[in-house]
């Protein structure tokens, strides 16, 4: 008597993603026990692409995330965070004549930050009734005071705790800081 | 420098699940037909080697092959190979979170970026893994079929989710989540597939968004997750590398285009999102 001959490929991938299985059943005869094996088998396996998708299902990528969320104590992400917050305050935001920071401003303020990660200490960040964005640092050895306009450039002005002082007006974004001030808000070491 | 104040107005019940930006993982892919040979698969997993400071971590992935056998008279052989078709490397951050991830399939390369910052410096990263992934697959006969993007965003909801109000995160009238959505309680999904021009590429997008609750420091959290794929279909027998660039940025423009079609005016504002020509 002939047996019954049944053949299936799919292609599965463990939800860590580290091996993926392949399962090719010949089964002659009691197909049922043996698919019923097989799928004990491949417990705890998901399905990931079979080859008689329809096109609109072409193989899409497996994500990897799995609900990672980023530690929100992180300085970049608060900094980020509190400059976009900003971002959406509207005019009249203080209950008296304050200014929106353009969209301008926003995109200043992030870029020239994201040039101090991931060393900078966190500033106080601030909207000004001029719609400029401000940070601060406090710290034990200097105070300063940066404003970013939305216009290109930015200004500043520090103290050290022993007098000196630092002033810069409308530098262009492109021109970094000075090594003087990046040694005192950063945790960088500066030679 | 006049006078700043922090006071807070419309406050959104909303968040960017990272506060700074909403963006779980941006996935770059790239996959090949035919599927790559034996010696392509094993000159591939030789990645690791060259990029052991980027991405200390490997696993190997194995294909295993089950075959099952049923005599008739009920005795049963079974034979378990396996095989290894790809690997996944990953590197992690000082907090332990996932950063990268390169993981190569029998016919897929994928750069996974679970930190993202912006654009230009994640995608700058990403390509130069493809370029030293590329090293190793010279002089095989599998070509590029197609070139991906998946972004997934998230939000959190930051209250009752009976009270939640979901035009404050999504605009009402946007054709890509259904109506049903905005009336019937917290937990839904909707799942959509499109295919539209990228100049004179084929562009399959495929978008997924789901309601769902979410373990956030220790709080049962509606979650909100918009997955965005899109896949430029590859018609020419080419891998060359430099088409890359220019079609992954068209993609990440459809995005970009299809989150400020779904996102709320503020929600956008607040992830500093921008349409290219804005920028």
């Not at chain 2, 990953?90 to 016919?107: F, K, P, V």
């Given at each position: 008597?002939?047996?019954?001959?049944?053949?299936?490929?799919?292609?599965?991938?463990?939800?860590?993603?580290?091996?993926?299985?392949?399962?090719?059943?010949?089964?002659?005869?009691?197909?049922?026990?043996?698919?019923?094996?097989?799928?004990?088998?491949?417990?705890?396996?998901?399905?990931?692409?079979?080859?008689?998708?329809?096109?609109?299902?072409?193989?899409?990528?497996?994500?990897?995330?799995?609900?990672?969320?980023?530690?929100?104590?992180?300085?970049?992400?608060?900094?980020?965070?509190?400059?976009?917050?900003?971002?959406?305050?509207?005019?009249?935001?203080?209950?008296?004549?304050?200014?929106?920071?353009?969209?301008?401003?926003?995109?200043?303020?992030?870029?020239?930050?994201?040039?101090?990660?991931?060393?900078?200490?966190?500033?106080?960040?601030?909207?000004?009734?001029?719609?400029?964005?401000?940070?601060?640092?406090?710290?034990?050895?200097?105070?300063?005071?940066?404003?970013?306009?939305?216009?290109?450039?930015?200004?500043?002005?520090?103290?050290?705790?022993?007098?000196?002082?630092?002033?810069?007006?409308?530098?262009?974004?492109?021109?970094?800081?000075?090594?003087?001030?990046?040694?005192?808000?950063?945790?960088?070491?500066?030679? | 420098?006049?006078?700043?104040?922090?006071?807070?107005?419309?406050?959104?019940?909303?968040?960017?699940?990272?506060?700074?930006?909403?963006?779980?993982?941006?996935?770059?892919?790239?996959?090949f037909?035919?599927?790559f040979s034996?010696s392509t698969?094993k000159k591939l997993?030789s990645v690791?080697?060259e990029?052991?400071?980027?991405?200390?971590?490997?696993?190997?992935?194995?294909?295993?092959?089950?075959?099952?056998?049923?005599?008739?008279?009920?005795?049963?052989?079974?034979?378990?190979?396996?095989?290894?078709?790809?690997?996944?490397?990953?590197?992690?951050?000082?907090?332990?979170?996932?950063?990268?991830?390169?993981?190569?399939?029998?016919?897929?390369i994928?750069?996974?970026?679970?930190?993202?910052?912006?654009?230009?410096?994640?995608?700058?990263?990403?390509?130069?893994?493809f370029i030293q992934a590329f090293g190793h697959i010279d002089g095989s006969d599998s070509f590029i079929?197609?070139?991906?993007?998946?972004?997934?965003?998230?939000?959190?909801?930051?209250?009752?989710?009976?009270?939640?109000?979901?035009?404050?995160?999504?605009?009402?009238?946007?054709?890509?989540?259904?109506?049903?959505?905005?009336?019937?309680?917290?937990?839904?999904?909707?799942?959509?597939?499109?295919?539209?021009?990228?100049?004179?590429?084929?562009?399959?997008?495929?978008?997924?968004?789901?309601?769902?609750?979410?373990?956030?420091?220790?709080?049962?959290?509606?979650?909100?997750?918009?997955?965005?794929?899109?896949?430029?279909?590859?018609?020419?027998?080419s891998n060359q590398i430099?088409?890359?660039?220019?079609?992954?940025?068209?993609?990440?423009?459809?995005?970009?285009?299809?989150?400020?079609?779904?996102?709320?005016?503020?929600?956008?504002?607040?992830?500093?999102?921008?349409?290219?020509?804005?920028?």
């Open positions: 008597m002939p047996g019954i001959t049944t053949k299936s490929t799919h292609t599965y991938v463990v939800p860590s993603c580290v091996s993926a299985i392949d399962d090719v059943i010949e089964i002659t005869k009691k197909p049922l026990l043996a698919i019923g094996l097989t799928t004990l088998m491949i417990m705890n396996v998901q399905p990931k692409t079979i080859n008689s998708k329809p096109e609109t299902l072409r193989s899409f990528v497996e994500a990897a995330e799995e609900g990672q969320r980023l530690n929100s104590k992180r300085v970049d992400l608060k900094t980020i965070a509190r400059i976009r917050e900003i971002g959406t305050y509207r005019d009249g935001w203080d209950d008296a004549n304050g200014k929106a920071a353009s969209k301008q401003a926003i995109y200043d303020a992030e870029n020239f930050i994201r040039q101090l990660f991931p060393d900078v200490k966190e500033p106080t960040i601030t909207l000004a009734a001029d719609g400029e964005i401000n940070f601060l640092w406090i710290l034990p050895e200097l105070r300063l005071d940066l404003g970013v306009y939305g216009d290109g450039s930015y200004s500043y002005y520090g103290k050290t705790s022993s007098g000196n002082e630092f002033i810069a007006d409308e530098n262009s974004l492109d021109e970094k800081l000075p090594e003087e001030i990046l040694a005192f808000i950063t945790n960088k070491t500066h030679h | 420098m006049q006078t700043s104040t922090t006071l807070r107005k419309g406050k959104l019940s909303y968040s960017p699940i990272n506060n700074a930006h909403s963006i779980v993982e941006t996935v770059f892919f790239i996959q037909s035919p599927s034996a698969i997993i690791k080697d990029l052991k400071v980027q991405f200390p971590n490997s696993n190997e992935i194995k294909r295993s092959t089950f075959r099952v056998d049923v005599k008739e008279t009920g005795g049963q052989t079974y034979a378990n190979e396996a095989e290894s078709v790809g690997i996944e490397l990953q590197s992690h951050g000082a907090d332990g979170n996932l950063e990268w991830i390169l993981r190569t399939s029998d016919d897929t994928s750069i996974h970026c679970l930190d993202y910052t912006r654009w230009d410096d994640v995608w700058r990263q990403a390509e130069q893994y079929s197609s070139i991906g993007l998946r972004c997934i965003d998230r939000f959190l909801y930051e209250g009752d989710p009976e009270q939640s109000d979901l035009r404050e995160l999504f605009k009402e009238e946007t054709p890509y989540i259904v109506k049903t959505a905005f009336i019937h309680g917290p937990l839904w999904h909707c799942h959509s597939g499109w295919f539209e021009n990228l100049d004179t590429l084929r562009c399959l997008n495929q978008l997924n968004v789901n309601a769902d609750y979410a373990n956030i420091e220790g709080n049962k959290t509606l979650s909100i997750t918009v997955d965005h794929s899109t896949i430029a279909i590859i018609d020419q027998n430099r088409i890359l660039s220019p079609i992954m940025k068209q993609l990440h423009d459809k995005n970009k285009q299809l989150l400020i079609g779904i996102l709320s005016t503020k929600m956008a504002e607040r992830i500093n999102l921008s349409l290219p020509s804005e920028e």
